[in-house]
């Protein structure tokens, strides 16, 4: 993954990953949901959440 996708390594764990991981939580997206998006779009783990993630998900 990291050969495909070098980026990855820039994105910081604490600032990007964790509230990512804990935002998709709070949608009910299974870890096995979160495995699909990292291998299919795993920039997405790079995006900031709140500016560029959070306001495309509509509400529950």
């Not at 949901?33 to 993630?53: A, H, W």
Request: net charge positive.
């Amino acid at each position: 993954m990291l050969a495909y996708k070098p980026q990855l390594m820039a994105c910081s764990i604490e600032e990007r990953w964790k509230p990512l991981v804990k935002y998709l939580y709070h949608l009910n997206i299974s870890r096995d949901g979160m495995k699909r998006m990292l291998v299919v779009q795993p920039t997405i783990f790079c995006l900031d959440l709140e500016t560029v993630i959070a306001p495309k998900v509509p509400p529950k």
